[in-house]
C-alpha cells in the first residue's frame, strides 16, 4: 500500500541515524526530477577520531566521499540527502531492512523486511568475509540467479580484484562479451562502483529478450546511464569507445575466441575470460589420427575431449602472448561451483613485445606455438579471427 512520502522519509531518516545501521543506498530518480548526484552511499565507519557517518556520493562524474560526525553535522547531511528527488531509498540496520521506491504519482512504496544476515557456517564463523560483494546486497534481490551462480560470479570478481592494479582510478569502460542474464554484469558494476571507479559497463549477448530484460532491470536499479545493453555477436556487435576491461563467462564454445580476438583488437588493457565447452579443436582431433608418439592420448573418446579443452586453452593462452598480453590460465573457482572453473586471465604489456611476456623471445614463442599446430594439424579457432591482426 503506497503512504505519503513525508512519513515514510522521516522512518528512513530515523534509520540512517540510528547507531544500529549498516548501510544505506539511495538512487534512482522521481519522475520529472533529478537529484544532484546520482547515487548516495552511507555506512558507519570507525575512524581515528571516532565513529562516523561515512557519505559517498557519485555524480556520474567522479565519486566523492566524506566522513560526518554524529550529531548536528550528520543530522544535516542526512536531511540534505531526503530533500534530493531520489527514486529508491534502500536501508539496512542490523535489525531491519527497509526499501522505499517513489511511485509516479509521488507516494511512497515501502516494504520492511527482517534484516538480511550472511549464513553463518557450522563452525559459528562468519561467512560474509568470503564474499567480496555483500550477501546481503539490494542488487541480488533484483537480479536473482542461483546459490551457485552467486559463488562463480563472486570468486570471478576476486579474480578481477587481483588483476587491477590498487590504485587505479577514474574512468573504467567495461564490457561483458556473452552476458546472459547479466548476472555478472551487474555484480561487476557493482562492485568496480564501490572501489571508486567512474564505470560504464555494456553487456553484449546474441538474444534480443536479454538485451529488453536486462535493460530494463538496469533501469530498475538506476544505473541505465552507466549499464547498457547490446543484442549483437560478440565478433561483431557494436561497442564504442573501445572497452578498458573485457570479461566473458562461459560464452559458449568459440564465442569465448570472439571475445579474446575483440579485446586484443580493441587493445583491452585487461582480459578475463572463463572458456566454456570446446567443441571446435575436439570436432577436429576426432577428424584425424593424432601424430606418433600421442596416439594414446586421443583413443579414448573423454580423453580426447578433454585433452582438446587444455590443447585449445593452451593454445589461447600463447595466442594472447604473441600478441602482447601477459597471461595466465588459473582456478577461478572450486570445481564444486562448476566444473568450468579456468580462467585465462591477460594484461597487455606496455614494453616491447617479447621483453615482459614471458621468458622466451617473441620468436621462440611463436616458433613453439608453430610446431605445436604443425604436429596436431589444428587451426584454432582464435589464430583465425586475429589472423589480420597486429601481432
Ligand atoms: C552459458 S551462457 C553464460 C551467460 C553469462 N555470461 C553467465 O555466466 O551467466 C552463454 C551466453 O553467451 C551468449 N552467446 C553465445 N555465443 C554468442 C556470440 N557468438 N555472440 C554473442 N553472444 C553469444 C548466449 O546467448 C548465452 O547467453
Known amino acids: 500500500m503506497p503512504q505519503p512520502l513525508d512519513a515514510a522519509l522521516t522512518e528512513v531518516r530515523a534509520l540512517l541515524l540510528d547507531p544500529s545501521l549498516t548501510r544505506a543506498v539511495a538512487a534512482g530518480r522521481r519522475r520529472g526530477h533529478r537529484p544532484s548526484v546520482e547515487r548516495a552511499e552511507l555506512r558507519p565507519v570507525a575512524l581515528k577520531g571516532g565513529p562516523r557517518l561515512q557519505i559517498a556520493t557519485s555524480d556520474g562524474a567522479r565519486p566523492y566521499t566524506r566522513n ?12 540534505a540527502l531526503l530533500a534530493e528527488p531520489f527514486g529508491n531509498w534502500h536501508v539496512e540496520t542490523t535489525d531491519v531492512t527497509l526499501q522505499l521506491r517513489v511511485t509516479k504519482s509521488g507516494e511512497a512504496q515501502v516494504h520492511r523486511s527482517a ?48 588483476t587491477l592494479p590498487d590504485d587505479l582510478t577514474g574512468r573504467l569502460r567495461v564490457v561483458d562479451l556473452g552476458c ?28 534480443e529478450d536479454q538485451r529488453r530484460r536486462n535493460t530494463e532491470l538496469a533501469e530498475r536499479l538506476g544505473w541505465a546511464d552507466r549499464v547498457s545493453f547490446v543484442a549483437g555477436t560478440i565478433a561483431d556487435a557494436v561497442v564504442e569507445p573501445a572497452p578498458d576491461l573485457v570479461l566473458a563467462l562461459h560464452a559458449c564454445d568459440t564465442a569465448t575466441d570472439e571475445a579474446l ?17 570446446h567443441h571446435d579443436l575436439a570436432a577436429q582431433l576426432r577428424a584425424r589420427p593424432a601424430p606418433a608418439p600421442y596416439e594414446l592420448l586421443t583413443r579414448h573418446g ?17 595466442l594472447l602472448r604473441l600478441h602482447g598480453y601477459r597471461t ?31 621468458s622466451a623471445t617473441d620468436d621462440e614463442q611463436r616458433a613453439q606455438y608453430r610446431a605445436l ?9 582464435l589464430e583465425t579471427l586475429l589472423a589480420d591482426a597486429p601481432g
Open 373 to 381: 599446430l604443425d604436429q596436431w594439424q589444428v587451426t584454432p579457432r
Open 180 to 207: 546472459g542474464n547479466a548476472y555478472l554484469t551487474f555484480a561487476a558494476y557493482r562492485y568496480l562502483s564501490q572501489r571508486g571507479l567512474d564505470v560504464r559497463l555494456v553487456g553484449v549477448d546474441v538474444r
Open 328 to 358: 595466465e590460465v588459473v582456478e577461478f573457482v572450486d570445481s564444486r561451483h562448476t566444473p568450468r572453473n579456468l580462467l585465462i586471465r591477460a594484461r597487455r604489456v606496455e614494453a616491447t613485445p617479447g621483453s615482459a611476456t614471458g
Open 302 to 318: 573423454i580423453l580426447r575431449e578433454r585433452f582438446a579443452d587444455v590443447l585449445t586453452d593452451s593454445l589461447r593462452a600463447a
Open 68 to 79: 560526518v560526525a554524529a550529531g548536528a553535522e550528520a543530522d544535516a547531511a542526512v536531511d
Open 261 to 277: 580476438a575483440r579485446a586484443v583488437r580493441w587493445g583491452a588493457r585487461w582480459v578475463l575470460a572463463a572458456p566454456c565447452c
Open 115 to 162: 534484516a538480511t544476515r550472511p549464513p553463518v557456517e557450522p563452525g559459528g564463523h562468519d561467512r560474509a568475509k568470503e564474499w567480496l560483494l555483500d550477501p546481503g546486497d539490494e542488487i541480488f534481490t533484483e537480479i536473482g540467479g542461483s546459490a551457485a551462480k552467486r559463488r562463480q560470479v563472486d570468486a570471478f570478481l576476486r579474480a578481477l580484484a587481483a
